[in-house]
């Protein structure tokens, strides 16, 4: 244990107590600011605008080359998995709001990101990168996430392999 | 039928919930003991009604019952026994009767067990807990019900999430639940004490053990839930910061605080008022991460489907707010506190920094969580705030909270002397500026790992010393050092279960520092018979093959000799899982593992028509072990601060049967 002092005589405790607690209130103002400080200094520049892809193609000028996270349903048949060469892969897959409509799709393009295991028809991606002046949207690293893995939820009886079958 | 009985046992149980809110309300109100006895005994009750519910249910998806529509989400014909006894929660609906099972045994075995030992707070108890019990049996009742029947009877069902089936992820939601649940009760008899107007600390007393065994299982559902995405996710990494798992680790701090918090007014009879905003808030917080995890009001890669519970969640975070609020104001000035701070110098304002801290990092997280919702109410647009954002705000907090986690138990209640706590650090500072000195020299870089890996080093020799120190002053006495070390931990288990607690979170703050910033990953396609080069790692790729394993699984596995320093160290087989039948793959990695580092490989790539050939990722992840033996650590400091005094249990004991003698 530390060696400490033991000072209770009492006589000054009402006068540091207010002082005290002056110094609280300072001390917490200043801890308020420096809360302040650290959260806007780690968010300038380093938020994403969340969008779907409609939402994306209705500002796509804007919205070109700033960081984003995008939510969309993938196109199974779209999916690719290319090795350009020994380190390289290329990941390729387009997202639409509604799989029902199709249009418009966002072209997904990820370097060295392994396929993830939940890439599926269907699949609902949350993507998080940038897309270039061609429509291209480029995945940051590590930027790519299925959502998962209660997602069977959202599975229509009709869609399951084994389907349900009419009376 | 069987259905039919479990959804039936159901709907009495939330009657039952009703009834026993307002017997217990109508018996205090009209001063007839008897109608609160019959409350209580309602509120036991509902545990039979909601286990056979669950039995019910559980019998369901045992027998195929594809009827059910909950059955044909999360089971299968094929699916092995235990996985269907574990799919009782691998859903939303089930798993809400399953968090309404959790509820009634904890509410059963508080008013069994604490009935006569809070006698005058079991009213208001009975009116609290019974509210938060309506709520969910109706959600489950009415909204979320697992007995909803299909239309048409389908031949089988999907199936668990082959994600959902490792160890980590079966266990992992039931520790949350557990820990979820267990802070409802000492919210309930904080609410309770304000109510009956008995604020001295009876009520923490009461609960102080339920605290700690949420906490306990809040800590391992959180610690499984990171081990889960290490081993099956396949991005090296343990924690993204997603909304989800920020909803179970925001209750967790403001727990944390209370815990620390509860210490003062046990000790000095302060921050009665702070006490009780921590334990709504930690309550509060716990509703408002079920509102997170089931409503998918914020987008987040692994949270419920989308439903129609979010505003009835987020109508009952309201009501239980203004209420709670209602009581703290109505009490204001009983909870004054008697004392005040004398010295910023003391244990008591130790507690407080540590306090402060902890909901600046809990503010922190909150705001980013929500920060979808807010930039959307104040910008008109969704914004978003991934981990390196977390972790650039929140890495200075976190240092501050490990430097005053071996600081503070140097410090005395009332007043400590700058100069002799001074005195006290010297060394432990000396040791540990050597010690970075020295990991510089090692060629160990960046300013930020180096300050933390100071702090931490700091705080664990501190703490060190704090064994070492009682330890010592038992030895004096003539007992052995095993001895006098055990006995130490047995005269006082709280504080050196607190220290060993402290322990495992500096051992995990090592690990951190180490996966975040040294984490290096690299990937190649090899033949058979090339090598990959990582750190002092060399991997070479054997073989590869394809082989039909249990049920429709189809396995392919690669074999990889590992290499430190050219030594053959190891063999690992990274390997890919296929459910043929739903076409679901599963990346399983493996790793050479050491105290050290892990070298960790997954297997992304291979095509039978290129048979020779396949890609790998690899990550070398510095020190990631110790974030799992620091969990288990902190998991047994838990264990020994929790773990009941033998004595003061047979007192308790006897007085207890002395009440019911006299009574009878």
């Not at chain 2, 859903?91 to 968090?99: E, M, T």
């Not at chain 2, 105290?595 to 297997?603: N, P």
Request: with cysteine; proline share 4%.
């Amino acid at each position: 244990m530390a060696d400490t002092t033991w000072t209770n005589d009492g006589k000054d405790i009402l006068t540091e107590t207010k002082s005290n607690r002056l110094k609280f209130i300072i001390g917490g103002v200043l801890l308020v600011a420096a809360i302040a400080y650290l959260v806007v200094n780690a968010m300038s520049g380093n938020t994403q605008l969340y969008k779907t892809v409609n939402e994306y193609y209705a500002e796509q000028g804007r919205l070109t080359d700033r960081d984003l996270r995008i939510a969309g349903v993938v196109v199974g048949d779209s999916i690719q998995f290319i090795e350009v060469d020994a380190q390289t892969t290329r990941l390729e897959f387009d997202v639409v709001d509604d799989l029902d409509n199709p249009e418009p799709k966002l072209h997904i393009v990820a370097i060295n990101e392994p396929k993830p295991d939940l890439l599926q028809h269907k699949a609902q991606a949350l993507i998080e990168g940038r897309a270039d002046e061609n429509g291209v949207f480029m995945v940051n690293p590590g930027g790519l996430l299925l959502k998962c893995p209660t997602r069977y939820e959202e599975l229509d009886p009709a869609d399951h392999p084994d389907g349900i079958p009419q009376q | 039928m069987i259905a039919d009985i479990g959804y039936f046992a159901l709907l009495i149980a939330f009657v039952t919930a009703i009834y026993a809110a307002v017997a217990a309300w109508y018996g205090k109100s009209k001063d007839k003991m008897r109608w609160v006895e019959s409350a209580r005994n309602a509120t036991i009750i509902i545990l039979p009604l909601v286990v056979l519910s669950c039995a019910l249910l559980v019998t369901s998806i045992l027998r195929n019952d594809f009827s059910l529509e909950y059955v044909w989400r999360v089971s299968s014909i094929e699916m092995p026994t235990y996985l269907k006894f574990t799919s009782l929660w691998g859903g939303q609906a089930g798993s809400l009767l399953f968090w309404n099972l959790l509820l009634a045994i904890f509410t059963a075995v508080a008013m069994a067990r604490k009935w006569h030992e809070q006698k005058e707070l079991m009213p208001y108890a009975l009116i609290v807990i019974s509210m938060t019990q309506i709520f969910f049996l109706g959600l489950s009742a009415f909204v979320e019900n697992p007995f909803t029947r299909l239309d048409v009877i389908p031949p089988n069902g999907n199936g668990l999430n082959p994600l959902l089936r490792h160890p980590g992820m079966i266990i992992h939601p039931p520790m949350l639940y557990l820990g979820f649940t267990g802070f409802i009760i000492p919210y309930t008899f904080a609410i309770a004490a304000l109510m009956a107007g008995k604020l001295d600390d009876g009520w923490i007393r009461t609960t102080r053990r339920w605290t700690l065994v949420a906490w306990l299982f809040l800590s391992l559902g959180l610690i499984l839930g990171g081990r889960w995405a290490y081993d099956v996710l396949g991005w090296g990494g343990y924690w993204g910061w997603d909304p989800v798992e920020n909803a179970s680790f925001m209750p967790w701090l403001a727990g944390t605080a209370f815990l620390h918090s509860v210490m003062i007014q046990e000790k000095r009879h302060m921050f009665k008022m702070w006490n009780m905003f921590l334990i709504i808030l930690t309550y509060s917080l716990v509703i408002y991460g079920t509102f997170i995890v089931r409503s998918g009001v914020i987008s987040s890669v692994h949270s419920f489907a989308r439903s129609a519970i979010g505003p009835l969640f987020f109508a009952f975070i309201a009501i239980m707010f203004i209420f709670s609020a209602y009581w703290v104001n109505r009490r204001r000035d009983e909870l004054a506190s008697t004392n005040s701070l004398q010295s910023l110098l003391s244990r008591e304002a130790a507690f407080l920094y540590n306090n402060f801290l902890i909901l600046a990092i809990l503010a922190v997280v909150f705001l980013f969580t929500n920060y979808p919702i807010v930039s959307e109410l104040f910008t008109g647009e969704k914004g978003f705030v991934g981990p390196p954002v977390y972790e650039k705000a929140l890495a200075p907090l976190f240092g501050l909270l490990v430097l005053l986690m071996g600081v503070a138990p140097l410090t005395m209640w009332y007043r400590s002397s700058v100069k002799r706590l001074g005195r006290a650090m010297r060394w432990p500072a000396i040791a540990s500026t050597i010690t970075v000195i020295v990991l510089f020299i090692l060629n160990i870089r960046g300013w930020g790992a180096l300050v933390g890996f100071w702090a931490a080093t700091f705080a664990t020799f501190l703490t060190l010393l704090e064994f070492w120190k009682g330890t010592r002053a038992r030895m004096k006495r003539g007992e052995s050092v095993w001895a006098a070390f055990s006995n130490l931990m047995a005269r006082n288990r709280r504080r050196y279960g607190g220290y060993w607690i402290h322990m495992g979170v500096l051992i995990m703050a090592f690990g951190v520092i180490g996966v975040e910033v040294f984490q290096q990953e690299t990937q190649l396609r090899l033949e058979k018979g090339g090598s990959l080069t990582l750190g002092r790692y060399e991997m070479v790729f054997n073989d590869i093959n394809r082989f039909p394993g249990p049920d429709d699984l189809m396995i392919t596995e690669a074999t990889m000799d590992v290499y430190v320093d050219g030594r053959l160290v190891d063999t690992i087989t990274p390997r890919t899982e296929l459910y043929t039948r739903t076409g679901q793959p599963m990346t399983i990695p493996d790793a050479r593992s050491t105290i050290a580092e892990d070298f960790y490989v997954l297997l992304v790539n291979w095509e039978p028509t290129s048979a020779n050939s396949a890609t790998f990722r690899v990550f070398l992840n510095p020190l990631i072990n110790w974030v799992w033996g620091g969990g288990i650590i902190f998991v047994l400091g838990t264990l020994i601060a929790a773990w009941p005094d033998r004595k003061k249990q047979s007192v308790a004991a006897r007085s207890r049967r002395v009440a019911i003698g006299a009574a009878d």
